[in-house]
Every structure is written in structure tokens, then in C-alpha cells.
């Protein structure tokens, strides 16, 4: 069994900055693609991030420039800071990882952390 646990969500004002964090535990061997996600209300879940094994980055266009995606593998968590922020922002923010365990590579999701950017 594997979970994934998100931090670090909020309420900070427009131009502020927050750092999430996503650490997975359970009888994880290695993760492969990490990602995080948003939702915001009456929207689809978008890809906002994401981070290969090998180091590879990938970021929707409307986060570019602001929004950094890293991992620290040793403790299977990865960081999503997030500067400048702007209220279109605001949105419920998932991770989601490829998770090799024992016998299988399996897709899993966090339960979601709240960001909110409001003056």
C-alpha cells in the first residue's frame, strides 16, 4: 500500500509565494514520473508540472517562469514552489506518481491540498 500526502497549501495574497511538498510512504521502491495537478472550481484537472526519474522537467505554459517542480528521490517526495502567485492560481492541488513496488508499477493519487490567492 502506498500513499501520497500534500502540504503546504494556503491562503497567500496575490505576488506571494508557497511551497508544497508530496511524500509518498509505504512499500515504495522507487518513483518514476511525479507530477502535480490542479483543479479549480467548475474546471478540469489540469498538469501543471512534472518531474522524470532521469530529471526532466515539464510545465504548463501558465506557470512557466514561476513554478518550479523538484524531488528529492532518496526521500520520495516531491516540492512544487510556486512564486508570484496570481488568482488564477487558486485551485485544489494534487500530486501523482508512477510508484514501483514490490511486483508492479502502479498510479497513484494524493487527497489534495487547497491553495487560495486572494487579497
Known amino acids: 500500500q502506498v500513499q501520497l500526502v500534500e502540504s503546504g497549501g494556503g491562503l497567500v495574497q496575490p505576488g506571494g509565494s508557497l511551497r508544497l511538498s508530496c511524500a509518498a510512504s509505504?512499500?515504495?521502491?522507487?518513483?518514476?514520473?511525479i507530477a502535480w495537478y490542479r483543479q479549480a472550481p467548475g474546471k478540469q484537472r489540469e498538469l501543471v508540472a512534472s518531474?522524470?526519474?532521469?530529471?526532466?522537467?515539464n510545465y504548463v505554459d501558465s506557470v512557466k517562469g514561476r513554478f518550479t517542480i523538484s524531488r528529492d528521490n532518496a526521500k520520495n517526495t516531491v516540492y512544487l514552489q510556486m512564486n508570484s502567485l496570481k488568482p488564477e492560481d487558486t485551485a485544489v492541488y494534487y500530486c501523482?506518481?508512477?510508484?514501483?513496488?514490490?511486483?508492479?508499477?502502479?498510479?497513484?493519487w494524493g487527497q489534495g491540498t487547497q491553495v487560495t490567492v486572494s487579497a
Open positions: 518531474s522524470t526519474r532521469g530529471g526532466s522537467t
Open positions: 509505504g512499500s515504495v521502491i522507487s518513483i518514476y514520473t
Open positions: 501523482n506518481a508512477d510508484v514501483r513496488t514490490i511486483g508492479s508499477i502502479t498510479n497513484y
